[in-house]
């Protein structure tokens, strides 16, 4: 079975202060993919970025890092300089290439950024 | 370029009332979602289909159908609604034709509040 925890319920920073989020997955499958979503309070979905466990290249794209470590099945994603308008839940999630598509997702981080 | 559309936005029910939440995408995907959020839980599946004809059931299935209409639609159906199925409930889909599927990221609709007194 599959299963992801994310267990920070609700991080608040400062704005221009970095905050990480943690996201912890389990499966058996040795082939798998991972996926971060942002949900601001407009309330829609919105894709970030995916990752393949054969590749754990991190990345960086603007403020947001990806640290995506197989060893300690963990998939961490830094806002770098947060700003207001990165206040949303953050979800991590996890398919298996015998899920036909379908995600297992974490119960995502409130990230609350003040002024 | 609606992406996914979900009709209605808002509704609110009597518990025992019946209804069916809309889902069409126009991105030639395959296979289709639908979710439940609740607060603190994520998002849990309640039934998807992996392509046109099929459907089968997610985490939370009970008390829900599903219609496959065809390869753009996708309806979920409460036959006797109930508070606990008080929640928002979101369409999404995934899969271009020959992609593998679990590597597709999902694209969302903007989601139903259903409100069940």
């Known amino acids: 079975a599959q299963k992801v925890t994310q267990a920070q319920t609700e991080i608040s920073v400062v704005e221009k202060e970095d905050v990480t989020l943690d996201c912890v997955y389990e499966?058996?499958?040795?082939?798998?993919?991972l996926f971060w979503y942002k949900q601001p309070p407009s309330g829609e979905l919105v894709f970030l970025i995916r990752?393949?466990?054969?590749?754990?290249q991190n990345e960086i794209s603007g403020r947001y890092s990806w640290n995506f470590q197989k060893s300690t099945s963990s998939f961490n994603f830094t806002i770098t300089a947060s700003q207001v308008v990165d206040s949303a839940v953050y979800f991590c999630?996890?398919?298996?290439?015998?899920?036909?598509?379908?995600?297992?997702f974490g119960a995502g981080t409130q990230v609350v950024v003040t002024p | 370029n609606a992406g996914v559309t979900q009709t209605p936005k808002f509704q609110v029910l009597k518990t025992g009332q019946s209804m069916t939440l809309q889902c069409a995408q126009d991105?030639?995907?395959?296979?289709m979602y639908w979710y439940r959020q609740d607060p603190g839980m994520g998002l849990r599946l309640i039934y998807y289909s992996a392509s046109e004809g099929t459907t089968d059931k997610g985490e939370v299935p009970n008390g829900y159908n599903v219609s496959r209409l065809n390869k753009r639609e996708f309806s979920l159906r409460l036959e006797s609604a109930a508070p606990s199925q008080t929640s928002v409930y979101f369409c999404?889909?995934?899969?271009?034709?020959?992609?593998?599927?679990?590597?597709?990221?999902?694209?969302f609709g903007d989601g139903t509040r259903l409100s069940i007194l």
């Open positions: 991105m030639n995907h395959n296979s």
């Open positions: 999630a996890l398919s298996t290439t015998d899920s036909w598509g379908k995600f297992q």
């Open positions: 999404a889909s995934s899969g271009q034709a020959g992609a593998p599927y679990s590597n597709q990221p999902q694209h």
């Open positions: 499966t058996r499958d040795t082939t798998y993919y």
């Open positions: 990752r393949n466990s054969f590749d754990e």
